[in-house]
């Protein structure tokens, strides 16, 4: 009889045990924040060496650099500048391609104020994307020896 009383009254307490298990609720919360972030790659070089008499010296391409971006936000594009002025009798031009959705400008020449090259960009994660550098002298362009320029791209809003 007492082994009956002392298995009802464990069945009682697991029973007891189970009626009262518990829950609670906690609130998670969560942010995302406007990401839009550019990356370039490559060492574009160019050379211009020779002409045709009579015509402006030849112009020089590098399509060795590239960018990749990543925006989850709406109307974006891209400017790019150059640091400085180019010397007399060159033009510097830049050509992003686009990524989905986007809208390249085509050939840019640099200055030193920021300028389109490419808009409507939206929600878009996309790298391997084609820069193309153009570097164009006039005769009057005086010989010049590695000078550089440093270019920037800069995600901004849309216009």
Same mark, same amino acid.
């Given at each position: 009889?007492?082994?009956?009383?002392?298995?009802?009254?464990?069945?009682?307490?697991?029973?007891?045990?189970?009626?009262?298990?518990?829950?609670?609720?906690?609130?998670?919360?969560?942010?995302?924040?406007?990401?839009?972030?550019?990356?370039?790659?490559?060492?574009?070089?160019?050379?211009?060496?020779?002409?045709?008499?009579?015509?402006?010296?030849?112009?020089?391409?590098?399509?060795?650099?590239?960018?990749?971006?990543?925006?989850?936000?709406?109307?974006?594009?891209?400017?790019?500048?150059?640091?400085?002025?180019?010397?007399?009798?060159?033009? +510097?031009?830049? !050509?992003? /391609? =686009?990524?989905?959705?986007?809208?390249?400008?085509?050939? $840019?020449? &640099?200055?030193? #104020? *920021?300028?389109?090259?490419?808009?409507?960009?939206?929600?878009?994660?996309?790298?391997?994307?084609?820069?193309?550098?153009? +570097?164009?002298? !006039?005769? /009057? =362009?005086?010989?010049?020896?590695?000078?550089?320029?440093? $270019?920037? &791209?800069?995600? #901004? *809003?849309?216009?």
């Amino acid at each position: 009889m007492t082994s009956r009383i002392l298995a009802a009254a464990a069945l009682s307490l697991f029973a007891a045990s189970a009626a009262h298990a518990q829950s609670d609720n906690q609130v998670v919360t969560m942010t995302v924040e406007a990401i839009s972030e550019i990356v370039v790659s490559g060492a574009p070089s160019l050379t211009i060496s020779t002409a045709t008499a009579g015509s402006a010296p030849d112009a020089a391409q590098s399509t060795v650099a590239t960018y990749a971006i990543t925006t989850n936000e709406t109307n974006r594009k891209i400017t790019a500048s150059i640091n400085s002025a180019m010397p007399t009798g060159l033009t +510097l031009k830049i !050509t992003l /391609a =686009a990524p989905t959705g986007g809208t390249s400008a085509g050939a $840019v020449a &640099l200055s030193t #104020t *920021a300028a389109d090259v490419v808009t409507g960009i939206a929600n878009v994660a996309e790298s391997g994307l084609a820069i193309t550098y153009d +570097l164009e002298a !006039t005769a /009057a =362009a005086a010989v010049q020896a590695n000078t550089e320029r440093t $270019v920037t &791209l800069t995600i #901004t *809003a849309g216009a």
